[in-house]
Each structure stands twice: as structure tokens, then as C-alpha cells.
């Protein structure tokens, strides 16, 4: 057979798709948003300052409310994100010597990170499209390591920069609680605080002003990410190539990783407990608490060794219902966008930004109202459609033709 009588790469059908992939996908959308959510409806510079009194500091739902978010959610679905992210540069672009794929990758993540400018610039700031669309131009080099070698690169690097941002957190809360309190590398005052609050309830245009300047400075950060998402991305490659995100990794491993996240969980909980009572600026965990939230994605893999025993041993009935959630993440990730900015900040939203109806604990009844609707929504929209609308425009744009919509 010539290599012009060879079919050229097309979408993979559904009946292709890994389970444990869609599932963990599934999950990894659901809860990247009770993160987000404060970033919708609160000025971004509220999480630079950690010397900064929260707007709903004393009330005992809300501190609640906030310390299940840092302790079981923050940074542990950014980081299974960006591993399964590290996978779909494999199963899209193949190994480095595919001539067809290679340039059909290049064509996916130039196109993710035009979809990431727009929505980080239009709609909202904390968009992390377009920093994993830079990201995978790097990370795809390695795509062809063999799996052990990117488990020994990705997790040997994730590992190093855990341990620095552990001494750097650790240094942080020790010193500052040793000093009662003390200034903040990134200072933010309250009255900064009140303006961006003012001009995002302004209405157009200055909200979409507002926006367009914590993304750019957001944008500028992120670039100081990069190695910590190559590092998680070359990481959960390895794991896939080894089976482990398959499901055909030995029970023990994946025991022994649950049992870590759950060590790093019972360290990790009660300190942030303390530091979440205390007065701002105080920190009397004397920086533990930053030690704990520097392995998250040790607690990530804990969660994803969870969701793959309860499918492999009887559950299945219960984690497949992640799975439609996962084969539309894209689209489900930016309706998430659109829901949220919609009710905060947009031109015809009722502009309740920085209102303190929306703190830590009022925005887990919306984040709840959400997962149920994209939970219900995404297999009906299944039963009728190969695909996700967005997922089917970014599969056109990469294989340069639109695959079919319409469910055979």
C-alpha cells in the first residue's frame, strides 16, 4: 500500500474511547470549578495577598466553605488536567515520527490557544487554554519517551518543584506567624480591592477592562508555570503509557498512591484549619499548611487511583456517570465560563460581583447547580450527537474537515 492510499488520521470513534480516561476527565471539569468559581465572582488579587482580610472573614459557612476548597480541591484538578492533557498530545499526535499526525497536533494546540486568547480576553481571565496550548508545543517533543522515562523525568521534576514551593510556603507562614503578621511579597490593599470590585460592577466596558487586565497579568505568571505543566504533563503520558491510567496497573499501586493522598489529606486538613480561623496575617500552622498543599497532585493521583478501583471492582455504575461530562470537557468547561461570567460581571448579568451573597459557601450552591446540570445535559446531549458542539468545531479546525455531528 502507498502512502497516498493510506487513510488520512480522523477523530476517534466512541466506541474507541478509553473509560478511565473519560471518566477522570469527567471529574477533572467538575471540580476545577469549585476553584474557579471565587475567581468569577472575587477580584483575583484577594488570592496574591494571603495578609489580606477576605470580605467574608468571621462568617463560619464561608471559612468552611473556603478550606474544603483549598484542602480536597485547589490545584488537584489543574494538575489531573494537565497530566490527561499530556496524554491527548500522545493519542492525537502519535510518536514524533508520524508525519501525518505531527503536523495535525501542531494544527490542535495552535488553534486551543486562539480559543484560549478569546476566551481569557472576552469572557474570563483564569483561562489555562492557551497556557496548555504553549506548554504542549514543549511537552510534545518527549511524546515518544518511553513510559518509564517520562515518569522518572515528569515525576522527578513535580516532585523537585513541590519541595521548593514547600520551603518557599513553609518559609512563608513560619516567619510571618513568627512576626504576628507581616507584609506580603505581592501587597494588595483593601482599596485595590474596592476598585476592581467597582469596575467590574460598572458594567461594559469596564468590567471587560478589568478582565482584560488581570488576564494579561495572569498571562505573565503563567509563563513561570510552564515547567511545573510540562513537568505533570510528561507525567501522566508516562502513567498512561504504563497503564496505570488505563486501569491495568497492579492493585497495590494504586492503593499505595490513595493511601498517600490520604496521609497528605489528614496533614494537610487540620492546619489549613488553623490557618483558616486565624487573623489575616497569621498563620499559626507556622507554614505546615503549605507544606500539605505543595504535593496536591500526590493527592490528584490518590483520587484517580479511587475513581479507577470503584470502575475496575463494581462501581463502575456510579463513575461511568462522569464519563459523558469528560467526552464534552471542552465544552463543558467553557459553558462553565459562560454560566458563571453571565451572572457576575457581563454586560446583561445582574453585575453581583464581590457581592458577599457569592462567598465560599453561597458559591458551593452554585458549583452544585452546575455539576447536576452538566451531569444531566452532557449524556443527552450524547444520546443525540457524536460529539460536544465545541468538540466538534476544534475537531474540524484540526483534521481540516467537520466530522459528523449527528449520532448514527
Not at 207 to 221: D, G, M, R, V, Y
Amino acid at each position: 500500500m502507498t502512502a497516498t492510499t493510506l487513510a488520512a488520521p480522523a477523530p476517534i470513534r466512541r466506541e474507541d474511547r478509553i473509560i478511565y480516561l473519560d471518566i477522570l476527565r469527567g471529574w477533572a471539569v467538575l471540580g476545577i470549578l469549585t476553584v474557579n468559581a471565587a475567581f468569577f465572582a472575587w477580584p483575583s488579587a484577594l488570592d496574591a495577598d494571603l495578609t489580606l482580610a477576605r470580605p467574608w472573614a468571621g462568617n463560619p459557612a464561608d471559612i468552611t466553605g473556603q478550606w474544603v476548597v483549598d484542602v480536597f480541591f485547589g490545584d488537584k484538578f489543574r494538575s489531573l488536567f494537565s497530566m490527561l492533557f499530556g496524554v491527548s498530545i500522545f493519542l492525537i499526535g502519535g510518536e514524533r515520527h508520524d508525519g501525518a499526525k505531527g503536523p495535525m497536533l501542531h494544527r490542535r494546540l495552535l488553534w486551543l490557544g486562539l480559543f484560549g486568547a478569546i476566551h481569557g480576553a472576552a469572557i474570563w481571565m483564569g483561562d489555562i487554554l492557551l497556557h496548555y496550548a504553549y506548554c504542549g508545543l514543549i511537552a510534545m517533543l518527549a511524546r515518544s519517551w518511553s513510559g518509564r522515562r517520562l515518569i522518572l523525568t515528569g515525576g522527578g521534576l513535580s516532585l523537585l518543584f513541590a519541595l521548593l514551593s514547600a520551603l518557599a510556603l513553609w518559609a512563608l507562614g513560619f516567619f510571618a506567624g513568627q512576626a504576628g503578621g507581616g507584609d506580603s511579597p505581592f501587597t494588595i490593599t483593601p482599596e485595590d480591592i474596592q476598585a476592581s470590585i467597582a469596575a467590574y460592577q460598572s458594567g461594559w466596558p469596564g468590567a471587560q477592562i478589568e478582565n482584560l487586565k488581570s488576564w494579561l497579568l495572569l498571562q505573565t505568571f503563567s509563563i513561570f508555570l510552564a515547567p511545573v505543566t510540562i513537568a505533570l504533563m510528561w507525567l501522566g503520558l508516562g502513567l498512561f503509557k504504563t497503564g496505570f491510567l488505563t486501569g491495568r496497573a497492579p492493585v497495590w499501586v494504586y492503593l499505595l498512591l490513595a493511601a498517600l493522598a490520604a496521609g497528605n489529606l489528614a496533614f494537610y486538613g487540620p492546619n489549613a484549619w488553623m490557618d483558616a480561623n486565624a487573623a489575616p496575617g497569621e498563620f499559626p500552622s507556622a507554614g505546615m499548611a503549605g507544606i500539605g498543599a505543595s504535593f496536591a497532585w500526590v493527592i490528584t493521583l490518590g483520587y484517580a487511583s479511587v475513581l479507577i478501583l470503584m470502575t475496575r471492582f463494581g462501581l463502575g455504575v456510579i463513575t461511568r456517570r462522569l464519563a459523558p461530562v469528560g467526552q464534552m470537557a471542552f465544552t463543558n468547561y467553557l459553558t462553565q465560563s459562560l454560566i458563571m461570567a453571565s451572572l457576575f460581571y457581563m454586560p446583561w448579568a445582574p453585575l453581583t460581583f464581590g457581592d458577599l451573597a457569592w462567598g465560599p459557601a453561597g458559591l458551593w450552591m452554585l458549583v452544585g447547580g452546575i455539576w447536576v446540570t452538566q451531569l444531566i445535559w452532557s449524556p443527552l446531549w450524547l444520546s443525540r450527537f457524536e460529539m460536544g458542539p465545541l468538540e466538534w468545531l476544534w475537531r474540524g479546525l484540526t483534521y481540516g474537515r467537520l466530522p459528523p455531528l449527528l449520532r448514527r
